[in-house]
């Protein structure tokens, strides 16, 4: 089988969720012997075609006008011949240029949900900090595009059930003949066993950006007033505007909580016990608890979004409901008070992970809407 991958950027560059994903497929698509192209923008000049790990990618300059994108686009699907287009993230690709693919039908279309933007305009479901419950009237005016391209499609994959819901509830995707959810891969850079826990304290780690929607202000607060008499110890990782992490920095000023900026999830996920995800979003997933998993790490969370359907509770962790005073302090009180549970949580964490979330995992799935996807073309 050859799948064609459209997506905004492709590694190494600019490597954020929807440059992991198409790369987990991507590469191990090529492991399992299929062929693979992904057609991308790039932020070199021009039109480039490199090989990355046995992937072919063609990369379009931002120097590049849309009407000559559409034409190397339509170049590049005559001259690949792939079985499957996949679109993920084709944020930098007009929009008309995928309805047009998906109206020629010469080869099925396959769009995944990772985020909001064919929902709305600013990418966000966000207005004045606060989350869309559903679309506005302007994102509606200014998503006409977005819903004649999600009409024309053969398949559509939600990373979340949460997130295909949303979609169709504002009208998309209602009647695509091939739906499903498929959570998403993701396979750590390197397996570094986690570092013992020395003591009864136990570890506690963030990994995210530094800003008011991610809740961080809502875990720091909890940690040092609720639960400040407590033997405990926190890690924060990630960056966010300058003010802002002075802020957090100053008003939660404890000799138990590090701020160590930018570093890789590995790193800090092989030196805590549970991570934290906070989370005041309605994430499509929030992937984090996925890598979270994979170095056998069990993930306290919000109720929001996506995030849910993969916190097995009290299993692989636990959830709380941010806007309910003490839920929080009370989720991270149950393993305070019972440590040893945390090590049982661990290999539970590490075992979800191997089941369900590695690339081949995620691929076993995807081949099942791919055959479905073909099949429905052919009808």
Same mark, same amino acid.
């Given at each position: 089988?050859?799948?064609?991958?459209?997506?905004?950027?492709?590694?190494?560059?600019? *490597?954020? @969720?929807?440059?992991?994903?198409?790369?987990?497929?991507?590469?191990?698509?090529?492991?399992? &012997?299929?062929?693979?192209? /992904?057609?991308?923008?790039?932020?070199?000049?021009?039109?480039?075609?490199?090989?990355?790990?046995?992937?072919?990618?063609?990369?379009?300059?931002?120097?590049?006008?849309?009407?000559?994108?559409?034409?190397?686009?339509?170049?590049?699907?005559?001259?690949?011949?792939?079985?499957?287009?996949?679109?993920?993230?084709?944020?930098?690709?007009?929009?008309?240029?995928?309805?047009?693919?998906?109206?020629?039908?010469?080869?099925?279309?396959?769009?995944?949900?990772?985020?909001?933007?064919?929902?709305?305009?600013?990418?966000?479901?966000?207005?004045?900090?606060?989350?869309?419950?559903?679309?506005?009237?302007?994102? !509606?005016?200014?998503?006409?595009?977005?819903?004649?391209?999600?009409?024309?499609?053969?398949?559509?994959?939600?990373?979340?059930?949460? *997130?295909?819901?949303?979609?169709?509830?504002?009208?998309?995707?209602?009647?695509?003949?091939?739906?499903?959810? *498929? !959570?998403?891969?993701?396979?750590?850079?390197?397996?570094?066993?986690?570092?013992?826990?020395?003591?009864?304290?136990?570890?506690? &780690?963030?990994?995210?950006?530094?800003?008011?929607?991610?809740?961080?202000?809502?875990?720091?607060?909890?940690?040092?007033?609720?639960?400040?008499?407590?033997?405990?110890?926190?890690?924060?990782? @990630?960056?966010?505007?300058?003010?802002?992490?002075?802020?957090?920095?100053?008003?939660?000023?404890?000799?138990? *909580?590090?701020?160590?900026?930018?570093?890789?999830?590995?790193?800090?996920?092989?030196?805590?016990? /549970?991570?934290?995800?906070?989370?005041?979003?309605?994430?499509?997933?929030?992937?984090?608890?996925?890598?979270?998993?994979?170095?056998?790490?069990?993930?306290?969370?919000?109720?929001? &979004?996506?995030?849910?359907?993969?916190?097995?509770? @009290?299993?692989? @962790?636990?959830?709380?409901?941010?806007?309910?005073?003490?839920?929080?302090?009370?989720?991270?009180?149950?393993?305070?008070?019972?440590?040893?549970?945390?090590?049982?949580?661990?290999?539970?964490?590490?075992?979800?992970?191997?089941?369900?979330?590695?690339?081949?995992?995620?691929?076993?799935?995807?081949?099942?809407?791919?055959?479905?996807?073909?099949?429905?073309?052919?009808?």
């Amino acid at each position: 089988m050859h799948v064609f991958f459209i997506n905004a950027r492709y590694a190494p560059e600019r *490597i954020a @969720g929807p440059a992991f994903t198409t790369q987990y497929l991507a590469k191990q698509l090529v492991r399992e &012997g299929d062929q693979v192209t /992904v057609f991308c923008r790039s932020e070199r000049l021009a039109v480039n075609r490199d090989e990355h790990d046995g992937v072919t990618v063609v990369r379009i300059g931002l120097d590049v006008s849309t009407s000559r994108l559409a034409q190397y686009l339509v170049d590049a699907v005559n001259f690949f011949r792939p079985d499957v287009i996949h679109t993920l993230f084709p944020r930098e690709i007009p929009i008309e240029l995928l309805s047009s693919l998906a109206t020629q039908r010469r080869v099925p279309v396959l769009q995944t949900l990772l985020s909001f933007f064919l929902l709305c305009a600013r990418g966000s479901m966000m207005r004045d900090g606060r989350m869309c419950n559903s679309q506005c009237v302007d994102c !509606h005016a200014a998503t006409a595009g977005q819903r004649d391209f999600a009409g024309r499609v053969a398949g559509v994959v939600g990373i979340s059930r949460f *997130i295909l819901d949303l979609h169709q509830r504002c009208g998309l995707f209602r009647s695509t003949p091939v739906q499903q959810v *498929i !959570h998403d891969a993701y396979k750590p850079p390197f397996h570094e066993p986690a570092v013992p826990r020395k003591g009864d304290a136990l570890r506690f &780690g963030y990994l995210g950006r530094l800003v008011p929607q991610k809740g961080v202000e809502l875990l720091l607060k909890t940690l040092t007033t609720q639960l400040a008499d407590r033997d405990w110890s926190l890690v924060v990782a @990630g960056k966010g505007d300058a003010g802002y992490e002075t802020m957090l920095k100053h008003n939660y000023a404890d000799p138990r *909580i590090r701020f160590v900026g930018f570093v890789e999830s590995g790193e800090v996920l092989s030196q805590i016990d /549970v991570l934290l995800v906070p989370s005041l979003l309605q994430e499509p997933l929030g992937r984090v608890w996925l890598e979270a998993y994979a170095h056998g790490v069990p993930v306290i969370a919000s109720r929001r &979004g996506g995030i849910p359907e993969g916190i097995e509770e @009290g299993t692989t @962790g636990f959830l709380f409901q941010p806007e309910s005073p003490g839920e929080l302090a009370g989720a991270i009180a149950s393993v305070l008070d019972n440590p040893d549970s945390v090590e049982a949580m661990k290999a539970h964490a590490v075992e979800k992970w191997r089941r369900e979330f590695t690339p081949a995992a995620i691929l076993g799935q995807y081949r099942e809407v791919y055959d479905a996807t073909l099949s429905c073309d052919r009808a």
